[in-house]
């Protein structure tokens, strides 16, 4: 794979509590070097760079909802969903209700998506389930309710809660194979990690803004 390749795997992030605009201006810069694939900030953060990032030909804006607990209600999301498109967002990244997941409410879990998903179509939604703070039986079940609720990606992180692992993704492709597109996030902070989870399955990475710039650096030297 070639470099431009490589940044379009890539949705570079300032998704912290404490993430500056400094950084952010990072990303700016490395983003007018690198065409990573879209751009996510802190909801409160879009509209200072909404106009910049959509002069970007081949980089789309991103959005959060429900981040990082999920635990918003439903209404709560869609509103947030709702805003998120009107500012000109082409991506939405949701958190899944971890809570009622683990609790069993399935179905309150799978009709939470799905309002998501209507408030954001025809865009594409991601859902992040947060394997770190599931077992391996839950990360099946949530695996497939997203499957089943057609969304764009399965994500498996915030990158609040914990580093992705391949035994994380091996379960998730046990679950739903290659039936939804697979996004990793969380813990991928060098080429040879992206690189192996690609050989798994992995088709798209959110990865914070200095490993996303030092993953490129390090294609340099292929």
């Not at 958190?95 to 879990?109: A, R």
Request: glycine share 8%; hydrophobic share 40%; with cysteine.
């Amino acid at each position: 794979m070639n470099k431009e390749q490589i940044a379009q795997l890539i949705d570079i992030s300032a998704v912290r509590a404490d993430s500056t605009w400094s950084e952010i201006e990072q990303i700016m810069e490395a983003t007018k070097q690198y065409p990573f694939i879209c751009v996510f900030t802190m909801p409160s953060m879009i509209e200072r760079i909404r106009k910049e990032v959509k002069s970007l030909p081949k980089t789309g804006l991103g959005g959060i909802v429900g981040f990082p607990s999920g635990g918003d209600t439903t209404s709560m999301k869609v509103n947030q969903a709702k805003e998120l498109v009107a500012t000109g967002c082409d991506e939405v990244d949701m958190v899944m209700n971890i809570g009622k997941l683990k609790s069993g409410f399935d179905e309150e879990v799978k009709s939470d998506i799905l309002a998501v998903k209507e408030a954001v179509a025809p865009l594409p939604l991601k859902v992040i389930i947060e394997v770190c703070l599931l077992n391996d039986e839950e990360i099946t079940r949530a695996s497939k309710i997203v499957r089943d609720c057609g969304v764009a990606f399965l994500k498996t992180g915030t990158g609040w809660a914990g580093a992705t692992t391949m035994h994380h993704i091996d379960v998730i492709k046990e679950a739903v194979a290659d039936t939804i597109p697979l996004k990793v996030a969380g813990g991928v902070r060098d080429l040879k990690t992206l690189l192996e989870m690609k050989a798994k399955g992995v088709s798209r990475f959110g990865i914070g803004y200095k490993s996303a710039i030092q993953i490129m650096e390090q294609c340099e030297s292929i």
